[in-house]
C-alpha cells in the first residue's frame, strides 16, 4: 500500500530545548517506599500528573517558569479501603483525572483554583472481589457535536491480569459536570491471555465514531479492539485480533520490551501502529517498528517494517507519533529524536535517514513502571515536545515545521440509527477476527450495558 505525501522538513533553533525537574518529596528509590513516583502522565492542555503508590501531584506546566523546579499545583493522598490498597497507575485529559488502584477506578475532574479530590465523577469498584487486579489507565477524551445537553465525551481503558484483559468506561460532560454512565460499561476480553495488560491506551483519530483500544501485556504481546460508541449508546466491540500471536512466545524475545504504542493515521488517512522497542542484547523481538493496522493478525517480522538503524537506537524508552502522522518523537538513552515520515518504495511508511536529536536526561525507572509520559502537540508550524520521567526530568523542545498542517480536534458525529454497513464503512464483524478477543457478549460480539 504506497503512501505519497511530501515530507515536511523541520528545524531546531537555539535555544529551542530546556530541562528542568518537578519538585518532589525526598525519597529512596525502593519499591517499598511509598513516595517512588510509578506513574506519569502529560495532557493536551499542559497539565502533567504524577503518582506514588499513595499519592497524586497535578503541575500546571503553562504558567511556571522553566528554568527553575515545577512546583505542584495540587497534591493529595488517595483514601485507600485497606492496607493492602495502592495506587497502581494514572492518566490524564483535558479535563478527568484518572487513578486505578488494586481495587478501584477513581475518576476527578480537575479545575484551576479548585483541589480536585472535591470534584469525583466516580468511583467505582472494579477488582471483582480480587479477582481481578487493575494494572494501567488512558483516557480518551472528544467534543460531542451532536447532543445539544452535553459538550465532551470520554472514555476510560484500565488494563488488568488474565481473560478479562481491558474494561472500558464511557463519561459524559453536561453543562456543569462531567457524569458516569452506569450502563455503559464493557470488557474487552482474550481468552488466551495469562498475564496483565501493562500498558493501555487509545489510538489517536476517532472516525465514524469508531476507535481502536490497545493492550501491552506483560509477555510483549499487543491486542487491538475496534470500538464503536456514541453518547447515548453502549460502546460496541467491533472486533478484536492479535496482531502477532508469535510476537511474545519466544523466549529470547523477553528479553526486549515493548516500551511505548501509537496508533495513529498517516497523510493519506491509513492508519499505523508504532511500536518503540527497548531491544536488550540477544534479544529476538523485533527492533522499533511500524505497520499497517489492517485489523488482522499479521506476522510482523515480514509485514512490519523496522525503522533505519541508523537512525534508530536499540534501546528506546519511550516514543510517540504526531496526531498528523508527519513525525515520530523517541526517547533514547541520553537523546532525544524527531524523526519525519515518508512513504516507502516497499509500501507503508518509514523515516528520512535525515533526524534531528538533542542531549537528555531522561531515563527509565524500574521494569513494569510506566515511568515516562510523553506528549506532542501540534501548533502554527511547529511541534511541541514535552515529556517527563519517574524521577522529576522534565524535557521541553519546540521544532519549527513551515507549512505543517494541524490536526482537527476529536469530535464523536452524529447518531447513526442503526449501525449499518453503508455508515459505518466496513461489514459489522458477528464473528471477532480472532475468537479469543471479543466483547463480553461473545455470541453476539455486540456488548450490552453492564449493570
Not at 511541541?384 to 519546540?398: C, N, P, S, Y
Amino acid at each position: 500500500m504506497n503512501e505519497y505525501f511530501r515530507p515536511l522538513y523541520p528545524s531546531l533553533n537555539k535555544g529551542a530545548t530546556n530541562e528542568t525537574r518537578l519538585q518532589q518529596h525526598r525519597r529512596r528509590l525502593s519499591l517499598r517506599d511509598s513516595s517512588l513516583v510509578i506513574s506519569t502522565a502529560v495532557s493536551s492542555t499542559g497539565w502533567l500528573a504524577t503518582a506514588t503508590m499513595t499519592d497524586i501531584c497535578l503541575y500546571d506546566l503553562n504558567t511556571q517558569d522553566r528554568t527553575r523546579e515545577f512546583k505542584p499545583c495540587c497534591e493529595f493522598a488517595i483514601k485507600m479501603m485497606s492496607k493492602h490498597e495502592k495506587v497502581r497507575a494514572v492518566a490524564i485529559s483535558d479535563h478527568l483525572l484518572a487513578v486505578v488502584t488494586h481495587y478501584r477506578l477513581l475518576v476527578y475532574e480537575y479545575r484551576e483554583g479548585e483541589k480536585p479530590e472535591n470534584i469525583l465523577p466516580a468511583s467505582m469498584r472494579i477488582d471483582v472481589n480480587e479477582s481481578w487486579t487493575p494494572k494501567s489507565v488512558a483516557i480518551l477524551q472528544a467534543k460531542s457535536s451532536s447532543n445539544m445537553h452535553q459538550t465532551d465525551v470520554a472514555w476510560v481503558a484500565v488494563g488488568g491480569e488474565g481473560v478479562n484483559g481491558v474494561k472500558l468506561f464511557m463519561f459524559s460532560k453536561g453543562a456543569t459536570c462531567w457524569t458516569a454512565h452506569r450502563n455503559h460499561r464493557i470488557t474487552l476480553t482474550c481468552h488466551s491471555a495469562t498475564s496483565s495488560i501493562r500498558n493501555v491506551g487509545f489510538s489517536q483519530y476517532l472516525r465514524a465514531n469508531r476507535f481502536i483500544v490497545f493492550g501491552v501485556t506483560s509477555d510483549n504481546r499487543l491486542l487491538c479492539w475496534e470500538i464503536f460508541s456514541h453518547e447515548s449508546l453502549s460502546p460496541t466491540v467491533v472486533h478484536g485480533w492479535e496482531v502477532d500471536k508469535d510476537m511474545g512466545q519466544n523466549s529470547l524475545s523477553h528479553r526486549a520490551e515493548i516500551t511505548s504504542v501509537s496508533i495513529f493515521e498517516s497523510p493519506c488517512g491509513r492508519p499505523y501502529i508504532f511500536c518503540a522497542v527497548n531491544q536488550k542484547h540477544g534479544s529476538q523481538q523485533l527492533r522499533t517498528f511500524l505497520t499497517p493496522l489492517i485489523k488482522a493478525p499479521i506476522n510482523i517480522y515480514s509485514q512490519a517494517a523496522s525503522l533505519p538503524e541508523t537512525v534508530v537506537g536499540r534501546h528506546v524508552l519511550a516514543g510517540a507519533a504526531t496526531t498528523n502522522g508527519r513525525f515520530l518523537v523517541t526517547v533514547e538513552e541520553g537523546k532525544m529524536k524527531l524523526l519525519t515520515l515518508r512513504g516507502s518504495h516497499q509500501g507503508g511508511l518509514t523515516c528520512l535517514e535525515q533526524h534531528l536529536d538533542w542531549n537528555s536526561s531522561l531515563r527509565s525507572t524500574i521494569k513494569d513502571l510506566t515511568g515516562i509520559s510523553l506528549f506532542l502537540k501540534e501548533g502554527q508550524s511547529r511541534i511541541e515536545i514535552t515529556a517527563v520521567d519517574g524521577r522529576g526530568h522534565l524535557a521541553f523542545a519546540t521544532v519549527s515545521v513551515p507549512c505543517m498542517p494541524i490536526s482537527a480536534p476529536l469530535a464523536l458525529g452524529p447518531q447513526f440509527r442503526r449501525m449499518t454497513p453503508e455508515l459505518s464503512g466496513s461489514p459489522i464483524m458477528r464473528e471477532p477476527i480472532v475468537g479469543e478477543l471479543s466483547g463480553d457478549a461473545i455470541e453476539d460480539v455486540i456488548v450490552v450495558g453492564l449493570s
